[in-house]
């Protein structure tokens, strides 16, 4: 193998462009490694794990959420890391299972606490909001990996068929709890 010298966002915008030609599942050190022309032991000079290198994809991937201090709507920002999500395949996966290790995602939930008004007791309604818009991206990626490989066909019982509508909905209830905790 040729040696070639990557810095850490080299790194990750090969790990994102793999993570968009095979999927998470088959997104691995020694495949990325191969891909870079380097031992996979160079990777490691970087991170310290493949978590860890994952929790700075999950990072590039929310890239383009609203910087909080903008504070947009609720509705705005909540639609914003859902694109975000979307614009990668397994988007939501990598950045669930990094947010489950607290090894990434803190723009998304900074954004979101700071359209509920930024008030730390409001942090917990600002994750349950993401919670539900990773969910809700999963369901919407999963669904569309199986109607790529023909394991599902589109149909009046597909659940992501009234996404929108419902991811609206979901957002507007969460606004609607948000302002009855918010004081007068």
Avoid: C, N
Wanted: aromatic fraction near 4%; charged fraction near 25%; hydrophobic fraction near 50%.
């Amino acid at each position: 193998m040729a040696t070639a010298r990557h810095d850490r966002q080299s790194i990750i915008d090969r790990a994102l462009r793999l993570l968009d030609d095979v999927g998470l599942p088959d997104l691995s050190m020694r495949r990325l490694a191969t891909e870079l022309e380097v031992q996979p032991s160079a990777l490691y000079w970087h991170f310290d794990s493949k978590q860890e290198l994952l929790g700075a994809v999950a990072d590039r991937i929310l890239l383009t959420v609203p910087d909080p201090d903008e504070a947009l709507s609720l509705i705005r920002t909540a639609a914003s890391i859902r694109d975000a999500l979307l614009a990668y395949r397994d988007g939501a996966e990598v950045v669930l299972s990094t947010y489950a290790l607290r090894l990434g995602a803190r723009r998304a939930q900074d954004a979101l606490l700071a359209s509920l008004g930024g008030a730390p007791e409001h942090a917990d309604v600002a994750d349950a909001i993401f919670e539900f818009i990773l969910g809700h991206v999963m369901l919407l990626q999963q669904r569309m990996h199986a109607q790529s490989i023909g394991a599902v066909a589109s149909d009046e019982s597909d659940p992501t068929a009234q996404a929108d509508a419902v991811f609206t909905a979901g957002i507007r209830a969460f606004d609607a709890v948000s302002v009855l905790r918010r004081p007068s």
